[in-house]
Nanobody, 118 residues
Framework: QVQLVESGGGLVQPGESLRLSCAASGSIFSILVRAMGWYRQAPGKQRELVALITSGGTTNYADSVKSRFTISRDSAKSTYLQMNSLKPEDTAVYYC???????????WGQGTQVTVSL
């Protein structure tokens, strides 16, 4: 079994930065071989992929966050999302993901709220 714990959300103004962290615990093998990433869900919208990083370090980003967000992975069991130049449309609950498919077969964190507002 794997558990994911997120931290780092909060309220910021447009143009500011936040760094989200996600720590994975549990079956080491299950964690090491899987992609880790971040999804987000805004009110009234479907959950969407923000960024993904494979066990080998390959990254993938949503077009809306390219050049502003950076995903990284530390010791293969933690992942981070550096979010710069935040916009009001980035406001959402951000979920840490282990697996990368975006489905219920993945592992999910509990979510952390990010609010970008004046």
């Amino acid at each position: 079994q794997v558990q994911l714990v997120e931290s780092g959300g909060g309220l910021v103004q447009p143009g500011e930065s936040l760094r989200l962290s996600c720590a994975a615990s549990g079956s080491i093998f299950s964690i090491l071989v899987r992609a880790m990433g971040w999804y987000r869900q805004a009110p009234g919208k479907q959950r969407e992929l923000v960024a993904l990083i494979t066990s080998g370090g390959t990254t993938n980003y949503a077009d809306s966050v390219k050049s502003r967000f950076t995903i990284s992975r530390d010791s293969a069991k933690s992942t981070y999302l550096q979010m710069n130049s935040l916009k009001p449309e980035d406001t959402a609950v951000y979920y840490c993901n282990l697996g990368g498919s975006g489905t219920s077969s993945d592992y999910w964190g509990q979510g952390t709220q990010v609010t970008v507002s004046l």
